[in-house]
């Protein structure tokens, strides 16, 4: 059993190290294959249609902005600043609302333009649990869709059923809670002015 365990935590570990290096060996595809493959872990995964949010160009925009100033969409972000760039995204870190407090985590961030994917790694927080997400714009014929994927380093197993759905309540709320915070950002015509501060756009 605990062998069990410990491989499939090594798993888990061996993501978030290859998170760690400046120079990723592996494609985000690569990456995003092998988040999908922690089925031994707590997953959270959602698909949303963008048809009464906001065009996908748009709505990717969105994403990324929401990479370095998380706290303006997401409930339980206090804080979001980029510290350093690195190849293909940043590292960030931010201050979170926990169970007992606030948390602090520093996270690498991966975002793939040609696919309309964002990755995130917690890599070091002082929290209870490490998290590996995806964040992505998935079209398919005439219609697209905002796909997610949560991870967090927690057996999914008897033992952790009580609180497993405890999160995906608290996951649950914080989409929607993104969503409309999302809608309010678009009524308020703030998403092409951010993007060019963020992004050192000079044109549309």
Not at 88 to 117: C, P, S, T, W, Y
Not at 158 to 185: V, W
Request: contains cysteine; neutral net charge; glycine residues 2%.
């Amino acid at each position: 059993m605990n062998s069990s365990m410990n491989l499939n935590k090594n798993s888990f570990e061996k993501l978030v190290d290859i998170a760690r290096a400046r120079d990723i060996k592996v494609t985000v595809s690569d990456l995003i294959k092998r988040i999908k493959q922690l089925h031994n872990f707590y997953t959270f995964s959602f698909k949303i249609s963008l048809k009464d949010i906001a065009q996908p160009d748009v709505f990717w925009k969105i994403l990324k902005i929401k990479s370095k100033k998380a706290e303006l969409f997401a409930p339980n972000i206090v804080e979001c600043r980029v510290t350093e760039t690195a190849p293909q995204g940043f590292i960030r870190e931010i201050i979170m609302k926990g169970a007992h407090g606030l948390e602090h985590a520093r996270e690498r961030v991966i975002i793939d333009d040609v696919h309309k994917n964002v990755l995130f790694f917690i890599i070091q927080t002082d929290g209870k649990n490490k998290l590996i997400g995806i964040n992505s714009v998935e079209s398919k014929e005439e219609e697209s869709f905002f796909v997610g994927t949560y991870v967090l380093d927690i057996e999914n197993n008897a033992e952790n059923t009580e609180i497993m759905s405890q999160i995906d309540k608290a996951f649950s709320r914080n989409i929607e809670i993104n969503i409309q915070n999302i809608k309010n950002f678009i009524d308020k015509d703030l998403v092409n002015k951010t993007y060019k501060e963020l992004f050192f756009e000079t044109h549309d």
